[in-house]
């Protein structure tokens, strides 16, 4: 990018009238350069000014017709505000109540089962209908509470309106109004503290600093420079230091400005008007007709449920399809009788519409996810919106911020080059503000700081960036001895320093050995600018901190050249108490430091060398310098007392990486899923930590990171041509993070985007999956599906792996359900040609079986498959195909597989008990609405089929619990004291709520037989005793079919049957972690 340092105008000049603060003066820039006009208004959209950092403030002003110095007039700024409006930021686009309670009607799942539930109380079936009723109301009620907090997420930016601000009006200064009322033109005055009330072109500033993590992702304050102008108009928000931002607060420092944007014309507006966008719009056409076709196609979507996570759509269709199934079925059964449809072919054809649908699957769907969301939260991983946790599962790509969630969030000192002494690195650092623990090298050479006393050049350096500091460095709680009252000497406000205790960590030489245990593994609070905290733990290593040092020298503060952003540096004066001798420290930015160093020309060009190394690396450098003066110097101007210093060393300070996220970014690559960093840091830095974590490595190729205004200017088909997108990209802009999520769309990917700040916001809510950290703004979280309470990056790794454990769960329980379905439409199609006396079909079950059946002994067993545990390999396998979903080819056929030999068995249990019994084929007349004489053999036919299909849904739950491994040996690589290829009992109590919803099945089955009135009144069946090995035969030949299937899988290697048990080394040789030759272990 391009800028003009404006020099300062000769005071001579006729347009030498100096600002009141800082004594520099923008000249007019070339008038030949391009006018950059207002945005016209519309009538809501306040006009603005396009790219106001590319203008001079005099620029500025003409262009909104306001005089700097008198500011607008009363009545001027009562006339913007009625055509501009008030400065505030517009709500969501937000539903009202009655439309987000239709939302959760109208989706196809809710549809079906209100049909259910329609035909359940059309049957007479009031007991089915008021559980369906139950699960519909819960669903509405939870899904209204979700949607109505996701309509609340826009309330969170009013949190960054300052309430008033202090303007210049009618030529009156420190005029106090509301912000809501500040106009385009309005002459701004800032001070510390003071948090920005619209988007600001400055005027003038004295060592102005503002914090605009929530905008940029960085925690660092960044200086303001009113006296640039920069020549690109697309230059990311956070190089736009001549513009204060609209939300962000002073940190130091004071400045003025011209207001230039409002409302939803400010950055945080832009941010607000990209939430309320829905992830899934689209761009509105400029054709009525088009546009008509397009909310018409919106609705009917949403109607159908075709919108939401990739479950969520494909059980929709599911659903449609089960819906048009019934129908289908339903004809078929009044096809039968001739369409002469009576009371009996009626509730026959309901039967067989109910038998095909599950019921019970939302309910056990809403159990697993919510269990799920309970594991996840143990996790660290708190889920705002349910159907998140599956998705979560599927993700192939993650884009993360940097600053708090692939690093600490907090600068710290990582490496010193110290003339005459060496280098110093300091690395495994768990808790910054901890001067105990890390790990400290000389020379590469690991220092016991408890023995270790630094001398010489060493000790001058550590004095000097103890003494040139005013940061505090704490325990948060007492700690025996003299580490008591530290925690009132008080981290909380900053008029509280020099009233703290000295008796603080840095005062002290090292404590008892007990003592010391307990600070290393406390928590610390720090207090003071984050650079200086870091120089203060530094000096704190090695026993050196300031308190310590005054409390042992006989020396004394004799004066203060505090920080200045004009010359770069901070200079302390400390006066000896006996001699009257005076000692200079100094820090600084290297380049200001240079010309101040007593060094040869050679020894400059080293350090210059030296400090651009370490920069490269991502690292912030200062310059350290120290210089003695004699008794009675005159050290009252700043500009002799800063000369002539001696060099003694460069001090690097970064944001480093959490400890766990290289092993977590190992573990996603691991996992098939790809890792981008998107932050709004300089790209040397961004490159340094994507290589300490691993995003990238040393062959990454340098396209793989990029700049935003480069990633920005592209089109659609030139990223879609990339071979690959970037894997960094650094000074990004909402719009970048929003771009990059639509481009992986683009590609098919799944992706999931991390963040903390307001900046993350837009492209939280684009993602897939957004995850907010816990310590991020209340924007980031309400736009956010899920919220990470530990701001771990490595908690995303349990998440995913949760996520894996319940898609697999989910196919799992959907198997079981739907082999019962279809098992029961086969027997109830085919025993249509069960005719009684008087010619009518005789239900082989009747509908309160059916409805137990799938309301009650399926529901336990899926919700039981719903809690089976992780595979051993599920972090080893690339992410399943979303577009796929949970019906893959191998359920689809598994299902009929089971679900045809399950219905065959049941056909044959029933014909066995009917005609091949002592019955004779004697059906009766009347069985279907009650007992009477002639309904002995139904009866008892139809409580075998009852017992049989009950029987057979108990084994096939234990038979699900994989694909294609058998029940005998599902377990291979699991130690079990069982004989080889017979671990069957360690499989069936590995799930103790399966195991025990088994047994209640098996249990409840023998009294719902046996039971007078229950049996014959309720289910309409009647006991039996020698039947029982009818159904019992059953079992043995359905597992033994079953099993025969599975080992035809694993023989032939058809889907799972082909898959292995994925080792450890054979994932990271395909993630190309390592060269390790492909090893697994083949399942035979």
């Known amino acids: 990018m391009g800028e003009t340092v404006l020099p300062a105008v000769e005071e001579s000049s006729p347009q030498a009238e100096e600002p009141p603060i800082c004594g520099l003066n923008e000249p007019r820039i070339n008038p030949n350069k391009r006018q950059l006009q207002p945005t016209p208004g519309d009538g809501d959209t306040p006009p603005t000014l396009h790219a106001p950092h590319t203008l001079s403030f005099k620029e500025v ?59 359940s109380f059309g049957i007479d079936d009031y007991i089915e209908g008021g559980v369906i009723t139950a699960v519909i109301c819960l669903n509405i009620v939870v899904g209204f509470y979700q949607d109505y907090r996701a309509e609340k997420t826009i309330e969170s930016l009013k949190k960054l309106t300052a309430p008033e601000a202090t303007v210049t009006r009618n030529g009156t200064m420190d005029i106090k109004v509301k912000a809501i009322d500040l106009v385009p033109g309005d002459i701004v005055q800032l001070s510390v503290g003071s948090i920005v009330p619209a988007d600001i072109r400055l005027i003038d500033g004295v060592n102005a600093f503002t914090n605009e993590a929530f905008l940029t992702g960085e925690s660092a304050p ?23 931002f609209s939300g962000s607060e002073m940190t130091s420092g004071r400045c003025r400005g011209i207001v230039v944007a409002t409302a939803m014309n400010t950055e945080v507006g832009k941010i607000a008007a990209m939430l309320r966008q829905n992830k899934d719009s689209k761009a509105q056409s400029s054709n009525f007709f088009v546009r008509v076709a397009q909310r018409i196609g919106g609705a009917v979507r949403t109607i159908l449920g075709l919108v939401g996570t990739p479950l969520q759509i494909t059980l929709s269709k599911f659903a449609l399809l089960l819906f048009a199934l019934a129908i289908l079925l339903a004809i078929i059964v009044f096809s039968a009788s001739e369409w002469v449809i009576g009371g009996e072919v009626l509730i026959y054809g309901i039967c067989v519409a109910v038998a095909v649908i599950p019921e019970s699957l939302i309910a056990v769907l809403t159990i697993t996810i919510a269990v799920g969301g309970k594991a996840m939260a143990k996790a660290n991983v708190i889920t705002r919106v349910q159907s998140a946790i599956e998705a979560v599962g599927g993700v192939t790509n993650i884009c993360s911020d940097k600053t708090g969630t692939l690093t600490q969030g907090r600068m710290v000192t990582k490496k010193a080059l110290i003339p005459g002494a060496g280098t110093i690195n300091i690395d495994g650092i768990t808790d910054p503000y901890n001067p105990l ?49 530290n925690e009132k000497s008080g981290m909380d406000h900053k008029e509280n320093d020099r009233d703290t205790d000295s008796s603080t960590i840095e005062s002290l030489s090292r404590p008892p050995t007990a003592i010391m245990e307990g600070l290393m593994t406390a928590a610390w609070k720090a207090h003071g600018e984050p650079t200086e905290i870091a120089l203060h733990v530094m000096a704190s290593r090695f026993n050196m901190g300031k308190e310590e040092l005054l409390n042992t020298l006989p020396i004394h503060l004799a004066t203060e050249f505090s920080f200045d952003s004009t010359v770069k540096k901070m200079t302390v004066v400390y006066k000896d108490n006996q001699t009257g001798s005076m000692d200079v420290y100094t820090k600084g930015a290297t380049e200001f430091m240079l010309p101040v160093l007593n060094v040869t020309e050679s020894e400059r060009n080293t350090i210059l060398e030296q400090a651009e190394s370490m920069a490269n690396e991502g690292l912030r450098v200062l310059c350290i310098a120290h210089k003695s003066l004699a008794a009675g110097t005159d050290i009252s101007k700043r500009e002799e007392v800063e000369v002539n210093l001696n060099y003694i060393g460069l001090v690097a300070i970064y944001d480093p990486p959490r400890l766990e996220t290289k092993d977590a970014v190992r573990e996603c690559k691991i996992a098939g899923i790809t890792v981008h960093m998107l932050t709004g840091d300089h790209p040397g830095t961004a490159r340094a930590i994507a290589l300490d974590v691993a995003i990238i490595d040393e062959r990454t190729p340098a396209s793989a990171v990029m700049i935003a205004r480069d990633f920005d200017a592209m089109t659609e088909d030139q990223i879609d041509a990339m071979e ?32 903390d700040g307001v900046n993350d916001s837009p492209a939280l809510k684009q993602a897939n999956v957004g995850m907010a950290m816990g310590t991020g703004s209340d924007v980031a979280k309400d736009a956010a599906e899920m919220v990470l309470t530990d701001d771990n990056f490595a908690s995303i790794v349990k998440a995913v792996e949760e996520g894996r454990r319940l898609f697999d769960n989910i196919q799992k329980f959907l198997m079981h359900l739907l082999i019962s379905n279809i098992a029961q439409v086969i027997l109830l199609l085919i025993g249509l040609s069960f005719k009684d006396r008087d010619d009518h079909s005789v239900f082989p079950l009747s ?36 577009k796929k979903g949970v019906f893959t080819t191998e359920l689809i056929t598994d299902k009929f597989i089971y679900g045809f030999f399950m219905g065959a068995l049941c056909l044959f249990s029933f014909s066995i008990v009917a005609y091949v019994g002592p019955g004779g084929g004697d059906l009766g007349s009347g069985c279907n609405e009650g007992w009477n004489e002639t309904c002995d053999v139904v009866f008892r036919a139809r409580a075998t089929t009852y017992a049989t299909i009950t029987l057979l849904l108990l084994f096939t739950a234990w038979e699900v619990k994989h694909f294609s491994r058998s029940l005998f040996n599902m377990y291979p690589n699991t130690p079990t004291k069982a004989p080889p290829g017979c671990s069957i009992f360690p499989t069936l109590w590995r799930n103790r709520f399966l195991f025990f919803a088994v047994i209640a099945g098996l249990c409840i089955m023998f009294p719902i037989v ?74 035979k």
């Open 437 to 485: 623990t890390g790990i400290v090298t000389l020379n590469g050479e690991r220092l016991d700081l408890n023995q270790h006393k630094p001398n010489g050049a060493a000790s001058r350096f550590l004095r000097t960036i103890a003494l040139c500091n005013n940061s505090k460095v704490l325990p948060a709680h007492d700690i025996g001895g003299n580490y008591a009252n």
């Open 847 to 882: 509908p309160i079986e059916i409805l137990w059946v799938n309301l009650i002994t399926s529901s336990f067993l899926a919700i039981g498959l719903g809690l089976e545990e992780s595979q051993e390999d599920s972090m080893y396998r690339p992410p399943h195909d979303v």
């Open 61 to 119: 002003a003409e262009e909104l017709r306001v005089d700097i110095d008198h500011g607008l007039s009363h009545a001027e700024a009562e006339s913007r505000l009625r055509l501009y409006g008030p400065n505030k930021v517009k709500g969501a686009e937000g539903l009202s109540m009655w439309k987000i309670l239709l939302r959760q009607v109208s989706n196809s799942l809710t549809f079906v089962l209100i049909i259910v539930m329609a035909i």
């Open 222 to 244: 960044v200086e303001k420079t009113p006296l640039k102008i920069f020549d690109d108009p697309d230059m990311s928000t956070g190089d736009q230091t001549n513009l204060a």
């Open 724 to 755: 690959t997108l970037p894997l960094v990209i650094a000074r990004c802009s909402p719009t970048t993070k929003v771009k990059m999520v639509q481009a992986l769309h683009r590609r098919g990917r799944f992706c999931v985007m991390t963040g």
């Open 1010 to 1083: 046996y039971l007078p009135v229950i049996n014959e009144k309720v289910f309409k069946h009647g006991g039996i005793t020698w039947e029982w090995g009818v159904s019992f035969g059953a079992v043995v030949i359905y597992i033994a079919a079953i099993e025969s299937w599975k080992a035809i899988k694993r023989r032939f290697g058809i889907w799972s049957g082909a898959h292995r048990v994925i080792s450890r080394e054979d994932a990271e040789a395909r993630a190309g972690l390592v060269g390790a030759v492909r090893h697994v272990i083949q399942e």
